[in-house]
Nanobody
Framework: QVQLVESGGGLVQPGGSLRLSCAAS????????MGWYRQAPGKQRELVAT???????NYADSVKGRFTISRDNTKNTVSLRMDSLKPEDTAVYYC?????????WGQGTQVTVSS
């Protein structure tokens, strides 16, 4: 069983930055693909960024060049650095961890981009 706890959300002005973190419990963290997803009000949950255990990274087109995903396998954490934030980035951001049939989600953290 893996538990994921996100932190770092909040209110930021357009053009600002935030860093989200996700701490994972359990073993064999390094083999899991880790990802960040988001869900805005009235919209479906969507992929933001993923990073496999081997280091392969994938970004949604809407965040390329602005967001950076990273992981520290020694600390069982994955982070999302968000720069040049836009109002349309406002959403609840979820951390996800999966490997094979094992699939875990965090509880989410709110990010609001507004002046």
């Amino acid at each position: 069983q893996v538990q994921l706890v996100e932190s770092g959300g909040g209110l930021v002005q357009p053009g600002g930055s935030l860093r989200l973190s996700c701490a994972a419990s359990g073993s064999f963290f390094s083999v899991y693909t880790m990802g960040w997803y988001r869900q805005a009000p009235g919209k479906q949950r969507e992929l933001v960024a993923t990073m496999s255990g081997g280091g392969t990274i994938n970004y949604a087109d809407s965040v390329k060049g602005r967001f950076t995903i990273s992981r520290d396998n020694t600390k069982n954490t994955v982070s999302l650095r968000m720069d040049s934030l836009k109002p349309e980035d406002t959403a609840v951001y979820y951390c996800r961890s999966w490997f094979g049939a094992r699939d875990y989600w965090g509880q989410g953290t709110q990010v609001t981009v507004s002046s």
